[in-house]
């Protein structure tokens, strides 16, 4: 469905040590950056797209917006709790501590963060296990 998705920042180098370790984390792997440019990108696997991108708008200016968010997606329930700790550890602040979330469906587990630019973020895990 997407192609890519683009997340604005002011500071690059900020937001690149914000995200180069939270995806590692989640094991997406970085497929380029550009610091002259400055822009950066990760790759889902196998597949080469969705690209999630990470710069600074075209027009040069950055706003977060009310209602977009980017979720990431988990391996584990266990993944969702280490990847909002280190969001947190890295400049990050709480919009939602892991839980389950029946009200989107029985096995929706997430925690929501914001970056250090105030982009919302969350990190889910589907699945039925706890592990």
Avoid at 21 to 34: D, H, M, N, Q, S
Avoid at 67 to 83: F, K, P, T
Wanted: charged fraction near 20%; proline fraction near 8%.
């Amino acid at each position: 469905m997407f192609s890519h998705i683009y997340i604005g920042t002011r500071d690059f180098d900020r937001a690149l040590a914000f995200y180069r370790p939270l995806l590692a984390l989640l094991g997406v792997a970085e497929r380029f950056c550009e610091p002259q440019r400055p822009w950066a990108g990760w790759q889902s696997s196998p597949e080469p797209r969705p690209l999630l991108l990470l710069g600074i708008p075209f027009e040069g200016q950055h706003e977060p917006g009310n209602g977009q968010m980017v979720a990431l997606l988990a391996a584990s329930r266990a993944q969702v709790d280490e990847a909002h700790r280190l969001a947190l550890s890295l400049g990050g602040r709480c919009e939602g501590p892991p839980g389950l979330r029946p009200e989107y469906h029985a096995n929706y587990y997430g925690a929501y963060f914001r970056d250090t630019e105030g982009n919302k973020l969350c990190v889910a895990c589907h699945e039925a296990t706890a592990g």
